[in-house]
């Protein structure tokens, strides 16, 4: 017990077992445990000239197709090698234990789905998969392409990663959706998200605006963390697990 009540993790888990509605915003630091650099994290080796930013643009695409493929080819390849974490895992679970829960994800690595979550919002796109640069929808590669980037089969433009870039807009309808369901929870996490990128940093702040208690999980204060429920400070590997054993006991 601290002075002003219970510690934030127990008032946390407390709301969460009485929340019938749960939506989840994660960001790369749930996939840090994974191995996964989260985004700001410095770029390592071959990449480490470049900022995230100057790379993840039509602009920079259009300027070096052949970088910046490769750039996110390199991100391809690493996530083959990794599984998710007890983080992801945590929250499959806790998608089986609550009436509605809707993770909402900036990540584009796809380890929710291999954790086991079925209602997830892929706000920035996946990474497995590829669009027609020219039409922006998906394409898949000819296997006997070898071009890098390939080409479309359909136009002969180039293909690009199935990701969105800066100055690009979301899919249609998720960030309406990732509203609507923030607005009508009754609780929300912001799990591993510094809250520099918008418009998804300001989901919590949706709910937060309706009366909705939001839980932060992140081991670093963020813009978010002053107006945050509760600040769970750790590693969302640990302390997710955590809250939600706490909430609804073990297995
Ligand atoms: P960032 O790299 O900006 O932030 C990662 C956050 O995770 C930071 O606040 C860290 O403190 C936190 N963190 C690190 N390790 C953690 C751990 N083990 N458990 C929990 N939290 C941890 O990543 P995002 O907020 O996801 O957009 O970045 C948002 C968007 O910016 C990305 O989706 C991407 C990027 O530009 C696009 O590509 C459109």
Known sequence: MTPDGPPPIEAAAAALRRARRVVVLTGAGVSAESGVPTFRDALTGLWSRYRAEDLATPQAFLANPKLVWDW????????AQVEPNDGHRALA????????????????????????????????GRLDRTLCFREGTESEPDPSDTGTPPRCPRCGAHLRPGVVWFGEALPAGAFDRACEAAAAA??????GTSGLVEPAASIPRVALGNGVPVIEVNPDATPLTASATWHLRGA?????PQLVELAFGSS
């Open 72 to 79: 996110y080819a390199a991100r391809r390849e690493k996530l």
């Open 186 to 191: 009754d609780l929300c996490l912001s799990v």
């Open 236 to 240: 969302s590997g640990v302390v997710l």
């Open 93 to 124: 679970r806790l998608e089986a234990l609550v009436d509605d829960l809707l993770v909402v994800t900036q990540n584009v690595d796809g380890l929710h789905h291999r954790a086991g979550s079925r209602n997830v919002l892929e706000l920035h």
